[in-house]
């Protein structure tokens, strides 16, 4: 198993999940994220308006996956996620030792 964790730009989620659901992902966890990449905050757009800030507001999604998904999976978030612009975001893969479901105890692939 991986997990897939990337930091997106925020109006993106929705077509991220799209996308992840369309090559069937079930799950997947999205968090508020303040984000600081190679701009430092200056020269991003973000809702129309140029952020003076240090960090930009992002999304970050987590998605735990079998590893013949994880190809599959950030091919789909690089194509819905892309704006062709800076900030665009990251993706990141890496190993995940065991995973649960809490209500029936399976294991593993059993349990994404
Ligand atoms: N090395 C890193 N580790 C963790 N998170 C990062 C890293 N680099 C960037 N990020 C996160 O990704 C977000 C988006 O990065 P961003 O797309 O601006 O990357 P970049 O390297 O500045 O490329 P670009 O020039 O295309 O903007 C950042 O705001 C930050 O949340
Ligand atoms: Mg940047």
Redesign the pocket.
């Known amino acids: 198993m991986k997990m897939v964790m990337a ?1 997106i730009k925020p109006h993106k989620l929705d077509d991220v999940r799209e996308a992840l659901t369309a090559i069937g992902v079930e799950g997947l966890t999205a968090s508020e ?1 303040r ?5 430092k905050g200056h020269t ?1 757009i973000y809702r129309g308006a140029e952020y003076a800030i240090t960090f ?1 507001p ?1 999304v970050k999604i987590e998605i735990v996956l079998p590893d013949n998904l994880v190809e599959n999976a950030v091919e789909a978030i690089e194509n819905a996620a892309r704006v062709g612009k ?5 993706i ?1 893969v890496y190993d995940v030792n065991s995973a649960v479901r809490i209500r029936t105890g399976e294991r593993d692939d059993e349990a994404l």
């Open positions: 930091i994220a984000g600081y990449g190679r701009q991003e930009v992002k800076i900030g665009d975001g990251k990141f």
